[in-house]
């Protein structure tokens, strides 16, 4: 799962001396767990809607499409919102969003209309963006800053969780209960997920935390854009292609391995729990992998391991293919944290601009699984994924090379 990452905050603490920081820091592992269950619910849907609806695999991936068009346009707008009423009230504002989203569920299956789903997804997404660039802060500030990074993984990490959890739900609460022509079984679940939004968000306005503001960025980088950090355009291209292959190996993860083993979707559902489980496990281990690897060999390494192992998924069959694919997850672990680090390394100032692009290249996920969907559809599952090959042979190339800082500014004098 994709986060938007912020870059670093100041803050004013008005917390009391003593008070301990772990009441906060549980809310926001809370928060974090139900940004990466509600997201990977998404890969619960596809099959789900597909059946209910008898759709197509391109009209399937519209779920997906958008959700994740949402960060391209709301996560800078979000950011601006943010920055005036606080990020506090972000955090709260977006549960309550994402709330309203999953109650729209409730008519959508009422009147089993797909653009109404749709719309609910969209509204969903909407508060997740606001969530996730309001929390990021905090996370940074609940504590001492020399273990700033590691309560950043391990709070992320608790998201991981929850992408594990969500597959498993989705099988053992939706899909038993999949018919074609129908959607009811989304109404409940949907509606039991805005209950407990609502209730983190009431704590969440109770508790007291600390006042955070934007620091005041310096740059020995000179003037001009962000945009004109070599660095950054092709990084933001990385991020946007990786979000892209993330989502569309996940997306369509439960229909390929119940196509490639002869097993039913409620079946193959809980396999997808491995594929994100694989890459909280890679990101636990990138830890301390990273301390004696150069982030950008580690990163080009991986683009080639994932490589390789959607080939061996195209051209072999049964337990193989699917073991393939699902093992992919482990090489997306480390990709997203690096692929950031990297392209904002040198911009000084522009780190706020930075992060924001970074932020909308997240909606690589709308535009790269519809591409995949359209592609299963008109020729075959082997033709589909070479569309993630791609996307990790571009990642490749920037960890060899297109990680190089180099800006028109810096040619130019």
Not at 331 to 354: D, E, P, R
Not at 389 to 399: E, M, P, Q
Request: a positive charge.
């Amino acid at each position: 799962m994709a986060n938007v990452l912020m870059p670093e905050m100041s803050v004013r603490n008005e917390i009391p001396a003593g008070k301990s920081y772990l009441p906060a820091l549980l809310s926001l592992a809370v928060l974090y767990f139900m940004l990466g269950f509600i997201t990977c619910l998404n890969d619960t849907l596809i099959p789900y809607f597909k059946e209910g609806f008898t759709l197509s695999y391109t009209e399937s991936s519209l779920v997906q499409f958008y959700f994740f068009a949402v960060y391209g346009i709301f996560s800078i707008p979000a950011g601006r919102i943010i920055g005036r009423i606080g990020y506090r009230k972000g955090m709260v504002i977006g549960f309550l969003v994402a709330a309203a989203g999953a109650l729209l569920f409730y008519p959508a299956a009422l009147l089993h209309a797909y653009y109404l789903f749709l719309g609910a997804l969209f509204v969903v997404a909407v508060g997740i963006v606001f969530m996730q660039v309001s929390a990021n802060p905090y996370i940074v500030v609940l504590g001492r800053p020399e273990t700033a990074s590691s309560r950043m993984n391990l709070i992320q990490s608790v998201g991981s969780i929850g992408t594990i959890v969500a597959p498993l739900f989705g099988a053992a609460v939706i899909l038993p209960n999949m018919t074609a022509g129908g959607s009811s079984a989304v109404k409940y679940p949907y509606a039991g997920i805005a209950l407990v939004l609502v209730v983190i968000s009431l704590i969440l306005w109770k508790m007291k935390l600390p006042e955070v503001k934007p620091a005041i960025e310096e740059s020995s980088a000179g003037g001009g854009s962000a945009l004109s950090f070599r660095n950054l355009k092709l990084g933001a291209l990385a991020i946007f292609f990786y979000v892209g292959a993330e989502v569309a190996v996940g997306s369509f993860l439960t229909n390929y391995i119940a196509d490639t083993l002869a097993i039913t979707e409620q079946e193959a559902n809980r396999y997808v729990s491995f594929y994100w489980g694989a890459m909280l496990a890679g990101r636990l281990a990138g830890v301390g992998i990273l301390r004696f690897v150069q982030p950008q060999k580690l990163l080009a390494l991986n683009g080639m391991a994932a490589i390789a192992l959607i080939l061996i998924s195209i051209f072999s069959s049964g337990t193989l293919a699917v073991w393939s694919l699902i093992s992919v997850g482990l090489c997306n672990s480390v990709m997203f944290a690096i692929i950031f680090s990297l392209s904002v390394n040198g911009l000084g100032k522009h780190m706020t601009q930075a992060s924001g692009i970074l932020s909308a290249a997240i909606s690589g996920g709308a535009v790269i699984v519809v591409l995949q969907g359209w592609l299963i559809d008109s020729a075959s599952w082997a033709t589909a994924f070479i569309i993630p090959v791609l996307c990790y042979a571009y990642i490749v190339f920037y960890g060899l090379n297109g990680f190089r800082s180099r800006s028109r500014i810096a040619k130019s004098v």
